[in-house]
């Protein structure tokens, strides 16, 4: 088992900044690959990022290349989104997730089973 707890949302203007963080607890955290989504109102929930176990390997869904960046602190037990450039499209709830099995990839972030957090609002105002 994996918990997962999201900080760091908030209200933001069109062209600024902010950096979200995942605490995770349980498991060894740096056997899991770990990443992002987020869900807008009336929309699907969408991939944003996503680190390797070691931190070696990102991938990054297409609306937010170049802006965004995914980094991880297995020390730590935190995976971080620097999120720059935010415009008002990004606006939705943000959800740290990770793998259900251990010794996981990126693909498996992208279409497995996933732990999740609770979620963290961020809006960016026009």
């Known amino acids: 088992q994996v918990q997962l707890v999201e900080s760091g949302g908030g209200l933001v203007q069109a062209g600024g900044s902010l950096r979200l963080s995942c605490a995770a607890s349980?498991?060894?955290?740096?056997?899991?690959?770990a990443g992002w989504f987020r869900q807008a109102p009336g929309k699907e929930r969408e991939f944003v990022a996503g680190?390797?176990?070691?931190?070696?390997?990102?991938d990054y869904g297409d609306s937010v290349k170049g802006r965004f960046t995914v980094s991880r602190d297995n020390a730590k037990n935190t995976v971080l989104l620097q999120m720059n450039s935010l415009i008002p499209e990004d606006t939705a709830v943000y959800y740290c997730?990770?793998?259900?099995?251990?010794?996981?990839?990126?693909?498996?972030?992208?279409?497995?089973?996933?732990?999740w957090g609770q979620g963290t609002q961020v809006t960016v105002s026009s």
């Open positions: 997730a990770v793998p259900l099995r251990m010794g996981s990839s990126i693909s498996d972030l992208r279409s497995g089973r996933r732990y």
């Open positions: 349980g498991r060894t955290f740096s056997g899991y690959a």
């Open positions: 680190i390797s176990r070691t931190g070696g390997t990102t």
